[in-house]
């Protein structure tokens, strides 16, 4: 049945907090994307009529997607070259959703994105619908096939796998930003002992480059060794310039509500640097830079004003 004008536009309006919805249960604009089309392809070949509720609809047939999606993505990601980590999303990006509570920007936090991977997709997807969009547990109960009961031992054991793996609680955002720019500082000063006051003592550095191009698998672990892999990648030189492909400008700047270093060439993203930073220092930091989950960031950076980079490494 073809769908009226009237039906479209009930799904465009839904389609921001789908897209939203869809990243948090994904870690990928890219296959949010995917999904949220796959839901307006069920909802065109639906009796639309007789749909008595569309947002709940929408966001059952978006989430059932998803669901299947992360256990088959569970399996790629066995095969995927190096460290799998989120795509990063930009400040202002309308598929970040809401920020407007505590629990809403927790959820959005490069952080908790990473280690949502660890929650089987249930968790997953009971976590973002209450923690992020408020779904009450009978509502969740609905749109999972699950009792009211069943969502509330979920959600539990979702926030209780999260709680371990997080670190102590971060710093506001000036402070936090302050802390970035100090980091540049130490970074490019080719010394190491600036960089390693600045970190927490069992700091921790890793990097996505999808086998595309070269970041380190396997954790950079504790204050010192963080500090002479950052100082070597800051540090000036030919081999740096060949490697990201010209002269890199580099800014302090917020993904996923953090804070981050965003490195730009030629007027494309090639890394972003999200970092989680606490009132002990920095305690972790998660490198970007395989080129495919980085094209949106890049269309982001290109549709917005920003100020003169921060630096110029080299």
């Known amino acids: 049945m073809a769908l009226t ?5 009930r799904f465009e309006s839904s389609r921001p907090r789908l897209e939203a919805i869809a990243y948090r249960l ?32 929408l966001t059952k047939v978006l989430t059932n997607l998803c669901l299947t999606q992360l256990t088959s993505a569970r399996a ?17 990006d309308p598929m970040l959703g809401p920020a407007d509570t505590a629990e809403q920007r927790e959820s959005l936090s490069y952080a908790v994105l990473t280690l949502l991977e660890r929650l089987s997709p249930n968790e997953r997807a009971v976590y973002v619908l209450r923690e992020a969009f408020d779904y009450a547990h009978r509502e969740i109960a609905e749109i999972l096939d699950l009792t009211e009961a ?3 031992q979920i959600l539990h054991r979702a926030r209780k796998h999260l709680a371990a793996g997080r670190a102590r609680a971060e710093i506001d955002g000036a402070a936090a930003r302050r802390v ?15 960089l390693v006051r600045l970190l927490t003592e069992d700091a921790f550095a890793i990097g996505d480059g999808g086998g595309k191009v070269p970041a380190r ?26 490697l990201v492909g010209g002269s890199p400008e580099v800014h302090v700047t917020t993904a996923n509500g953090g804070p981050a270093v965003l490195v730009v060439v030629d007027g494309r993203v090639i890394g972003v640097l999200c970092m989680e930073i606490t009132a002990d220092g920095i305690a ?22 920003h100020p003169e980079p921060r630096l110029r490494p080299f």
């Open 5 to 9: 004008v009237h039906d479209v536009d």
């Open 26 to 57: 994904l870690g990928s604009a890219s296959e949010a994307e995917d999904a949220v089309q796959e839901t307006f392809l069920r909802w065109q070949a639906a009796d639309v009529g007789r749909i008595q509720v569309p947002e709940a609809w």
């Open 76 to 92: 790629r990601r066995e095969t995927y070259v190096g460290q799998w980590l989120p795509e990063p999303l930009l400040a202002g």
């Open 150 to 152: 069943a969502s509330q």
């Open 180 to 194: 970035v720019e100090e980091f540049l500082v130490a970074a490019t000063s080719g010394r190491t002992e600036p």
């Open 217 to 242: 698998a396997k954790a950079f672990e504790g204050a010192l060794a963080v500090a002479k892999f950052m100082r070597g990648l800051f540090k000036p030189g030919t081999a740096q310039r060949k």
């Open 284 to 305: 972790a930091l998660r490198s970007q830079v395989n080129p495919d989950k980085l094209e949106r960031a890049t269309r982001r950076w290109a549709a917005t004003d």
